[in-house]
């Protein structure tokens, strides 16, 4: 069964860093996601894209936050300057192909810590 | 979107049926009720999705009821591995937008002991 991966599995960083988490959704899919879930919280909306611009967007993605889909496959969520506050499990998700239900398909996540 | 309301946690015993019920009073003609699955530092997987009467799966069943305030979740004979977090969301799922983000409660912490 096709399935979104997600790499890498744990990042840790320092405060003020920058970093980059790698999301493959599943082939053919048209739309995608990110989400986030600090621990023992919600999991809370992110962004959407589709037709390679964003859809939507929540008030946690400010500008220290971006997205891009570099190629046909990979879609990626980039932290420009890190906080403490960023620590947190990142969730990808796609959706959407031809003859599909609108289910979204979530990844494994990236558990970002930090420091 | 509509507000969702569901028991923060739930116990149960493996082999007995665990009903898990939503109430979702403000729901709208296009909203569809989709559940979702996490697991601990897992991303959350896709249960169900019924938009009326019954809905069966190989997993779980998905009772809503003619006026669609409410609907329930059925998982037959749990195990331990069916202990987990069930999210109940409600949403025009087939928007033309389509891109949508979900939006996630607290959900239901089902443990299921041995």
């Known amino acids: 069964e096709p399935e979104v991966t997600q790499t890498p599995s744990h990042q840790v960083t320092q405060m003020g860093q920058e970093v980059i988490l790698r999301c493959v959704p599943i082939s053919n899919h048209l739309y995608f996601y990110w989400y986030r879930q600090i621990l023992g919280q919600k999991v809370e909306f992110l962004v959407s894209?589709?037709?390679?611009?964003?859809?939507?967007k929540s008030e946690i993605f400010d500008d220290q936050f971006s997205v891009e889909r570099p190629d046909g496959s990979n879609f990626t969520l980039k932290i420009r300057s890190t906080k403490l506050e960023d620590s947190a499990m990142y969730f990808c998700?796609?959706?959407?192909?031809?003859?599909?239900?609108?289910?979204?398909?979530f990844g494994p996540g990236t558990r970002l810590t930090v420091l | 979107l509509a507000k969702t309301t569901q028991p923060i946690s739930m116990d149960s015993y493996e082999g007995q049926e665990v009903n898990i019920t939503c109430s979702h009073n403000n729901i709208a003609t296009n909203d569809y009720i989709t559940w979702y699955q996490q697991f601990p530092s897992q991303g959350p997987r896709f249960i169900i999705q019924g938009y009326k009467t019954k809905v069966t799966n190989e997993v779980a069943s998905l009772f809503i009821p003619a006026d669609r305030k409410s609907s329930t979740l059925s998982l037959p004979r749990v195990s331990l591995s069916d202990t987990a977090v069930y999210y109940c969301l409600v949403g025009d799922a087939r928007s033309g937008g389509g891109a949508d983000g979900l939006t996630f409660g607290k959900g239901t912490h089902l443990i299921i002991q041995p």
């Open positions: 998700a796609s959706k959407g192909r031809v003859g599909s239900t609108d289910t979204q398909y």
């Open positions: 894209f589709y037709n390679n611009e964003i859809s939507e």
